[in-house]
Every structure is written in structure tokens, then in C-alpha cells.
């Protein structure tokens, strides 16, 4: 991207680049599993007759306290309704009613914190915790429909937090811990935020990290932020701005536990989650209540197979990601599940900390990512194999493509060659699975995703949207609308129109930005992002994003970034950048420059944006109508013969860019 000009590649059909499946290998379901399972095939059936009637009757296992008038109102697309005319409190159906149906003293979260701390919490503690958050937010003048920022670790007190909005009608906006004073800011901004939940560290690889302090620094002059609310987590000072803030022991921990939730509509906004689209801009995706429950509840009890009375479900996802918001928070706690949450790093204080966890606790549905299966691999399997993994029945994997290799791992080394593994297609947008293999029902494939869930319909089709044969590559689109489905971009209610629906207007099909291909039996094959969204260790980052904290570095002139696919995190990020001409004859350090360049994005975006190489260049490639050929980059950054630069404007720019990549570590 040049200071000038903002446009990024189009998408392409060259981006689909993942080999071909292998599907020779297939796991049927053992006998055993199949006579347990929540699903079963006539959930396929009931789907296909009447899919409103299919999730009008996974909606009825909720408690509304007033019934709906319509199971779907899709007479003005792309905006649905969903249980129109219903109302509910989430909340109450996550907490209260499980304490209420007896099952006070059943443990929700079995919590581990990174330095060995633990907690459990049972759902009548929780109840009391979530009463005692809402009675705070409430004290603080907040009504419903106000914005409420989180950014805190993995602790109890942010699925409350939640929970605690979704309570009061409250639209909590998660922001990850890792993200950057700046881009915390953006969000706070984007979302008019009344109130703060943070806390005063975290710990990170054994150490206490600010987070206070970046809280702080993001709100200076933040006019929206009335209150923030401190939970004293690491036990470092950190300064208290009087009449702002407040800490969490005193404030939330002295109110009464009693709270009488109230009802909402269906439609009423739960949450905003910002994602990385195709533009600089993060997008803040907006997800509603009843609907969304709806399908996080069933497809966490039919993917996951739950058993609310035996399981012990891990998560391993963080709160600040749509994984953490639907099966952390909303479709566990909806199922009753026992959960283990984890705050730390799964290599501290050992690369065993994981199986330990799994062990002592007996976690029997496990769901992680594959660049942690990968690392894991990288580990070696002798880890895995020094713990007592007996426990585990079902293996999730979510986030990105996982490659067959790494699926046989997972299956052999933590699934002990019997467990089914449910590799999950979704977005923040879609707020629900919707591609994935039913345990007990599909016979799995390693690296495939295989087939809609009941009730949901996709395709794979081509340019002008008509559908690919098999083995070709197409553009993953839904084709039917769905419960949790994202109710639009927070403020920019035009925007999702163009970003999402625009591209197969003609269809009215939903644009998922992912390519894939069928095979010969009609299962999924996910290639990767279609559009210029990086997936790093599974978190979207657009290369747009990246593009735009470099080019605000004063040193910088133009910048292009690429994903570059890495055996550990699935894409690395590579930035090309070239600096700003210098007149006054100095000679650039190049290496303090990178330092700071890095530094740079790190202060913009936050860690997980800080690119793997910086590569000072004197060109870029560019095609005659001035567009930068990512292409050419990616060839570049994953070490492939540059081939056939017939279209660039400059052929030199190429070889130079080459060159002193081949000197790169
Ligand atoms: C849930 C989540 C969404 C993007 C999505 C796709 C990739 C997620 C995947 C997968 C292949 C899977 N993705 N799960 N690709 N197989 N099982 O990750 O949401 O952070 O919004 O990312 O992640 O590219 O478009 P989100």
C-alpha cells in the first residue's frame, strides 16, 4: 500500500493454493460412540424437510419468557430476523436456571491460572457473581442497549463480565489482552463505551504483564468512558484515577447477590466482536440473542456431544475471540457443562502443562487449533505420552485448515487412535459452527470439514456463483440464512451489504471469504482465505491492517505484507517495506530501522500483528495498472521461483527483492 493509493488486490482464484485432499483415509464412528451420541442422522432429516421447524425446536430446549410470533422474517435480506417477537435473558439461561433445576453445586468452571492457582466455581457461585456484576453496572447508571469494553486475562471475572451485560440487556464488546493501547482505543471509540473491565496485569509466560497501564494510556481523552472497573489479578500498583475508576474486590464484591433478570427481545444486540476484514479498518461484527443462542447451544451439545452430568469440556480459545464468546461462554454454560479455563500459555510453566491440565482434571472433550497441534508436534510426542490421557473421548479443531498430518497426530497421540475429531468450520460472523462432521454420525476424514450442519446450507461456486464440480476450487457461500448469523457492522449498517452480500447479489448468497473445493463424495475441503486476511496461529489479521501501522511509521514510504505459510502458526506475516528518500545523506541502520518498524506495528496492532521478516526493498512489484502483486511477494516470502513476471511494470524490482531476501535468516 503507498500513502496514496488505499486499494488492495482483488481477490483471486490464484489464492486458492492448498494441495489436493487425500481422501483414502476415513474413521467411521465406533459402535460405541454411535449408541451415546446426542446426534444422530435425523437431525439431517428434520433439516431438510423444514429447517424453520428444525431450530424452532432446538430454540424450545431455551427458556423465553415470551414466545416468538415467527420462527425467521427474512422479507428484507441480507437482514434476518430470528424468533421475532420472542423474549429471553441470556444470561438466565447460562446461570440462573441450571441453579434453579437443581444443579446448584455442579461445578461451570474448573478455572487454572498460568502461576498454578485454581479455582472451581459452581453455577450457584457464578450466579452470585453475575447478580453481584449487574447489580455494579446497574449502580453505575448503565441501561440496556449502553456499550461495555472488556479487555481482561483468562480469568473468572470476564466470562461474568459478560455474562453480567448480557444480564442487563448490556452490549459488551471483548477486546484481546494482547491487542495494543491504540487499537483498544479504536474500539472503544467505534463502540461509544460508557464503561471499562480490566484488570491490573496478567501473566504472561511466568510474569506479570501492565494492562492497567495500557488501559490508561488508550483512554486518555476517551470522552465516552465514564468508569472503568479494576480487577486485581497480578497484585502490581497501578495508579487509580479518582472518579473513574474503581476496583473490582471493593465495588463488584460488595454488592447483594440477588438480581431479577428482565427480559429481552430476541433481536436484541448481545455483543459486538471486531474481526479483520479486507480493509485497514477492523469491523465490528454484531451478534443478537436469541438466535444466537439458539445455534451455539445446539451445536455445542450435538458437535461436542455433550453430557452436562459427565463431561469435562475444555476450550482452549481465549475470550477475546468468537471461539471464547460461543463455546467458552455461551453454548457451554447454556448445556450446563463442566468446563476447565485456562489462563496461561501452554508452555508454562512446561510444555506438558496442557496434558497435566487434561490429566488432573479429567477433561473428556478437548477443542483447540491446529498451530497448537503443530507446536505440539514440534514438542514431541513424548510429552503427551508421560500423562494419563484416558479421560479424552472427542478432539475439536478450529481456526484454520488443519492439514492431515497434524489431524493423525491429534488422532494418535491425544485421541489414542479412537476419539472422533470434529473439525469445525465457522467465522465471527457466522457466531456458530455450520461446517463440521457430527460424532457418532459422519465418518471422519483428516483435513476435511466435510459436511453442513443440519439446518444450514452452503455451497462452493464459482465467479458468476454457479457450483463447482468436484475437485475444483470455488468460493465457499452460505445460501440460506442462519440463527446466530452476524446482524451487521457496528455503526455502518451499509457496510456488510457491500462487504459480505454484494459479491453474489444476484444469488443472495453470503460471501464467507474462504475457498475450498469438494471431493469426489461431496465433502468440504477449506483452502484458505480467498481475500487478503492473513491467519496467524488461527487469528484473522488483515494484510490492509499491517500495511496502514507501517505506512503511519514516519520512516516508511510504501509497504506491502503477505502471508506466508509457516509449519507452526499456518501463515507468518512478511512485510516488504520501502523507505521514505532521506536527504540528509545519512546511512540507514537497517536493522534499527526493522527494530523499529516492528516496534511500530507492535504499538498499532498489538504482538500477535508483528511481522516474522521486514524486508527493506527499493521496489515493488506492480502490475501496469499499479496494483502490488501480493502474488509475487508470496512466492518470494515462501522461498518459490518468482516464474513468469511478464505482467510486471518493472521486472528488475523482482530479482532485487529476490536477492536480498536469499540473505534472510
Ligand atoms: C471461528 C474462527 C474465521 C476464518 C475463516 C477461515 C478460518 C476457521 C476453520 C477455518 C478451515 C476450519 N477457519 N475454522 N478454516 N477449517 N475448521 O476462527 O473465526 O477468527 O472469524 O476466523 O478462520 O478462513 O474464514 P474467525
Redesign the pocket.
Known sequence: MSRESMTSESITRESITRDGPDVARTFAPTEHFQAQANADASHYEHADRDSEHFWATQAENLVWTQPWDEVLDWSNPPNARWFHGGKLNVAYNCVDRHVESGHGEQVALHWVGEPGDTRDITYAQLKDEVSRAANALSSLGLVAGDRVVIQLPMIPEAVVSMLACARLGLVHSVVFGGFSPAALRARVDDAEARVVITSDGQYRRGAGAPMKANVDEALVGAETVEKVIVVRRVGEPVAMQEGRDLWWDEFVASQSPEHEPESFDSEHPLFILY?SGTTGKPKGILHTSGGYLTQVAYTHRVVFDLKPDTDVYWCGADIG???GHSYIVYGPLANRATQVMYEGTPNTPHEGRHFEIIEKYGVTIYYIAPTLIRTFMKWGEHIPQGYNLESVRLLG??????NPEAWMWYHTHIGRGTTPIV???????TGAIMITPLPGVTATKPGS?QVALPGISVQIVDDHGAQVEAGEGGYLVIDKPWPAMSRGIWGEPERAQEVYWDRFKAQGYYF???GAKYDEHGDIW?L??VDD?M?IS???ISTVEVESALVSHPAVAESAVVGASDPTTGQSIVAFVILRDRNDGDIVDRDAIIASLSAHVVAEIGPIARPKRILVVPELPKTRSGKIMRRLLRDVAEGRDIGDVATLADTSAMRTIATSMAGTP
Do not use: C, F, K, M
Open positions: 474481526t475471540w468468537i471461539t479443531s478450529v481456526g484454520e485448515p488443519i473439525d469445525t468450520w465457522w467465522q465471527t460472523e470439514a464467507a471469504g474462504d477449506l484458505g482465505r486476511v491467519n488461527g487469528h484473522r
